[in-house]
């Protein structure tokens, strides 16, 4: 969302939680809405906490088009199935996968179902990226803004060792401008790289 802030170039407000040491979320954040996650925004009395919602939200409401492929192209819904897929298909195998990591490793049986989908997801944007700056082509649009995060926690927690596209691909996001800005304001999206 802070990418996305300083890609449109608009004035906010940066409201830090600090996480307690089980990295959750502290009470006082659902006091802004009841899902108490990260992030959350604030704007004119609405209240919105899926980061998905909120690109599209601030995208229609503040920008001029350049993120996203023109409505009524056959990019537009392919770029709003990336956008969709990040925290919805891919989410589950990879958050699964990171929380194994954080709790000491997953059950066997689910360990099996999950290497594999994550081999499939990785795969899949991996190919995707291949012969693309970004996902939709030279343009970054908001499918790779909400990308950014999944594949920084992923390159944090080991998992893209085997997806040097990947790799590549999350430093050209890291390259620009935008991301750059907002690491500087709201710090790294993860702790320095386990590459
Ligand atoms: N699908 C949600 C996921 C939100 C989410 O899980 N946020 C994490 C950020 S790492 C969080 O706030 N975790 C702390 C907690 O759940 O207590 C979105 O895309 O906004």
Known sequence: ??????????????????????????????????LGKA????????VLAESGTILRYLEQKYSDGRLVPAPGTPDRPIHDEWLDYVESSAGL?????LLGGMTGGLPAGL?????????????????????????????LTLADIQMSYLLSALRH????????????????LEDTPGLKKAIEVGGPMTPPAER
């Open 1 to 34: 969302m802070l990418w996305l802030l300083e890609e449109i170039g608009l004035d906010y407000e940066l409201k830090s939680y600090e996480r307690d040491e089980n990295f959750r979320a502290p009470a006082a954040l659902g006091a802004v809405h009841p």
């Open 39 to 46: 992030p959350i925004l604030v704007d004119d009395g609405l």
């Open 93 to 97: 195998p990879v958050m699964v996968t």
């Open 111 to 139: 360990a099996g179902f999950t290497a594999p989908e994550l081999t499939k997801t990785l795969t899949f944007i991996s190919d995707r990226v291949t012969d693309r700056t970004y996902l939709m082509g030279d343009r």
């Open 157 to 172: 927690a080991g998992q893209l060792k085997a997806y040097p596209v990947l790799i590549d691909y999350l430093s050209r």
